[in-house]
């Protein structure tokens, strides 16, 4: 059975403060995604890495995939309240089956 | 416009009885998708369809029971409804794969509730 562990589960933090979100699997993933998911919605995609080794940055959120394709960890540079969510992974292993980890619900305090 | 669309949101139910969960996505998409998020917002999936035909039935009891009568859309019914069954069901829809790397609109989600 595939797995995403996802570390840590919970994270509180001050506004301005950097943080970085681990998604880790024994598996290999032909890409993995990142989501996050606000109360009473969906989760909506922030990014997909495709390339083992690859960085995304998206404001002020890095991306990466780790070199085997099993990994990937999520940089919040000087973190907001609007950046407060459940952040998850998604791996996809490529039968139209996306596998999610397990989330980290991040809260940021003004 | 809403891309995938739910209903309904809410659904407070008893034991036993039977309740379905509507889908349409007007995205375009040929596949959907079936999640469950647990009270530990695991999200898990349940089945997937292609082009109305199922590809992924995600060990699932056979209380539920897809049912996609388009490619745009894909209902959910579940029989017989148990304690366990409580949690929010989210729809979702993709590119078919081989389409490049996939993204899933997510709905809104169902909040099931068994009483």
Known sequence: TQLLEQSPQFLSIQEGENLTVYCNSSSVFSSLQWYRQEPGEGPVLLVTVVTGGEVKKLKRLTFQFGDARKDSSLHITAAQPGDTGLYLCAGDSGTYKYIFGTGTRLKVLA | ?115
């Not at chain 2, 669309?5 to 379905?20: I, R």
């Not at chain 2, 069954?85 to 993709?94: E, K, L, N, P, T």
């Open chain 2, 1 to 115: 416009d809403t891309a995938v669309s739910q209903t309904p949101k809410y659904l407070v139910t008893q034991m036993g009885n039977d309740k379905s969960i509507k889908c349409e996505q007007n995205l375009g998409h040929d596949t959907m998708y079936w999640y469950k998020q647990d009270s530990k917002k695991f999200l898990k999936i349940m089945f997937s369809y292609n082009n109305k035909e199922l590809i992924i039935n995600e060990t699932v009891p056979n209380r539920f029971s897809p049912k996609s009568p388009d490619k745009a859309h894909l209902n959910l019914h579940i029989n017989s409804l148990e304690l366990g069954d409580s949690a929010v069901y989210f729809c979702a829809s993709s590119l078919p794969m081989g389409s490049g790397a996939n993204v899933l609109t997510f709905g809104a989600g169902s909040r099931l509730t068994v009483l």
